[in-house]
């Protein structure tokens, strides 16, 4: 089964997407990849302008602590600056955890933010939808994922969806399940596509791009052919948007049978060097992939770093000592080093191919850490202060955007809001935020966001 | 979806005199790696491997030295009271080298 966004959408009739796509695909004996992709894309944009032609996002999903991480108060008091010791990057002045060796060889492309913050709630999903729309919203008016955006605003490259999400959606991250990792009101055609497999496993496969079992490819193509003579008759008679979901259908056609696509997904087409050097773990493989799929044509890929807070190791910092005992050990032996293994690889990766100069690589998070450890040696959710980067396209490395306070509770200058953040996205992919719209709810035009790109971040 | 990790690491290490030099590292889970140095075996360093193929530990304090490549291995989060973990731990990734000073 497809998965195309991971919430339930009521439709107008009284079904649930999920349940449409179900009859669906029964109604296409198993072909389910039509529903990936129902409308045409509306291109609104100069091209021609775009330094930058796609975005890799890696999402942290539970929140590193700023003051652990990437903005150090090495002077602050024992229960403000932690455990973990400052070592100077490749950059005179910056200086990040010593837990980041290899990514402070690569602090001369990288841009830190560190006076990031927001006013809303200090749930992950606040953050979350923040982060990936650029917008806090509530379950009626869904904002959509910036790749989404992007798919609506760009269109599809090659065979390839525009906007992909690894290793799979967020899930239960403890308050609701508007994640901000849906289409929202710019339509199915826009829904991410979710990998919903994980590339470490050895025997990973993309099931929707298999033929389904039995399936031969004659049967396939007479498939298609009945389906573009219904398709003919209903051309005749029903709507336009009736005609976009034809195209559609051959599109996901084209995805099914194209043996591009296969490849863009394949890992086993990379040497077994280059997969060490990502990491053999989910993360790692997933950081791989999106630069095959970048490679391949997709425009935005989000890889999510973990898909709940709950029962493992992630970054959610509490340190409770039950369901959320994520400690400094779990930093230093396996979130940190995971982290530091896959993303400087991923940007000589991308460098090597010639990717690096028109792709961003964006890692976000939902908020910061409280600046204060608690009583148990954790640190707990904190709006008022983060540090999130960028770096390829023309974004400036070796510089630093906005401080905090001698603690890390404050932005001290520059204070930077998380629609900044995309707004800069879209700016360096050549969208002019004053002119381009998107169909809103009642397809009322809206602004993509309300904010204006951060000009200190580009070259 | 928890965190898969795939095959197991291998390295090899070579000493000369007192350096040090590792392989990469095969089927690389990507997690913290380490060179653990022990003396008279008692382990007196755990040092971040990371950051280049070679290492020549300072320590020049007479015994009989034993050093190892180690990887992370996590098979989940649980820790007890004291905060260790109870499942995860390091894991030797290498032959074991000796010298003595």
């Known amino acids: 089964m497809l998965n195309i966004g991971n919430e339930k959408i009521p439709l107008c009739h009284g079904l649930s997407r999920r349940s449409f796509l179900s009859i669906g695909a029964t109604a296409l004996a198993g072909m389910s990849l039509p529903n990936l992709m129902a409308l045409e894309a509306q291109g609104a944009v100069d091209g021609e302008r775009a330094r930058i032609k796609n975005c890799i996002t890696i999402f942290l999903v539970g929140s590193p602590g700023h003051v652990d991480t990437w903005d150090m108060k090495p002077q602050a008091p024992s229960e403000v600056r932690g455990k973990f010791n400052p070592i100077q990057t490749n950059v005179n002045g ?47 008016s869904v904002k959509p994922h910036t790749g989404s955006v992007i798919s609506r605003v760009f269109g599809q490259k090659s065979e390839l969806p525009a906007n992909v999400i690894l290793p799979g959606p967020i899930g239960n991250t403890g308050a609701g399940n508007l994640h901000g990792q849906t289409a929202g009101h710019v339509g199915s055609a826009h829904e991410p596509f979710f990998l919903n497999a994980d590339p470490a496993a050895a025997n990973f496969r993309v099931a929707d791009l298999e033929v389904p079992a039995g399936m031969s490819a004659a049967r396939l193509d007479a498939r298609r052919e009945l389906l573009g003579q219904l398709d003919q008759l209903q051309r005749r008679t029903e709507s336009n948007s009736t005609q976009m979901h034809d195209s559609s259908y051959n599109r996901a056609f084209r995805l099914l049978t194209s043996q591009r696509a296969k490849e863009a997904f394949d890992l086993n087409l990379e040497t077994a060097r280059t997969r060490d050097r990502y ?16 490679e391949g044509g997709v425009r935005y890929v989000t890889v999510n770093h973990f898909d709940t807070v709950f029962g493992q190791s992630c970054w ?25 293994w896959a993303f400087p690889a991923l940007i000589d990766d991308l ?29 707990d959710h904190y709006p008022d202060a983060w540090t999130n980067f ?62 204006e790109p951060i000009r200190q971040l580009f070259a | ?39 008279n075996g008692q382990v007196v360093a755990t040092v971040n491997a990371r950051t280049g193929l070679t290492y020549e530990h300072p320590d020049t304090a007479p015994g009989n030295y034993e050093v190892v490549l180690q990887m992370w291995r996590y098979v989940n989060y649980a820790k007890n009271p004291q905060g260790e973990f109870t499942a995860s731990r390091f894991i030797d990734v290498s032959n074991r080298v000796t010298y003595t000073i």
Request: net charge positive.
């Open chain 1, 94 to 140: 910056i200086q990040i955890c010593e837990h980041f060796p290899l990514m402070a060889r690569k602090m001369d492309k990288i841009s830190l933010i560190r006076s990031l913050h927001h006013r809303t709630g200090a749930t992950h999903e606040n953050g979350q939808r923040w982060m990936m729309t650029g917008h806090d919203f509530n379950a009626d």
């Open chain 1, 351 to 379: 460098e090597q191919k010639g990717l690096l100069q028109e792709t961003v690589v964006a890692v976000l998070s939902e908020f910061g850490r409280t600046p204060r450890l608690n009583g148990r040696g954790g640190r």
């Open chain 2, 1 to 39: 979806m928890e965190q898969r990790f795939e095959g197991t690491p291998q390295a090899t290490i070579n000493l000369n005199g007192r350096r040090l030099t590792r392989s990469e590292v095969t089927n690389d889970w990507g997690l913290r790696l380490q060179w653990e140095i022990k003396r």
């Open chain 1, 279 to 294: 990491g053999r773990n989910t993360f790692g493989q997933s950081c791989l992939m999106a630069r095959r799929l970048i």
């Open chain 1, 390 to 451: 960028l770096c390829g396209g023309n974004i400036r490395g070796g510089q630093v955007v906005g401080s905090t306070d001698r603690i890390g509770a404050r932005p001290h200058d520059n204070p930077i809001l998380p629609p900044q953040i995309l707004a800069s996205i879209y700016h360096g992919m050549g969208i002019n935020l004053d002119t381009t719209t998107m169909p809103g709810p009642g397809e009322r035009p809206v602004r993509l966001v309300e904010a």
């Open chain 1, 316 to 340: 959610d910092m509490h340190a409770d000592g039950g369901g959320l005992n994520n400690t400094y050990l779990d930093y230093e032996r396996h979130l940190c080093p995971q982290f530091d």
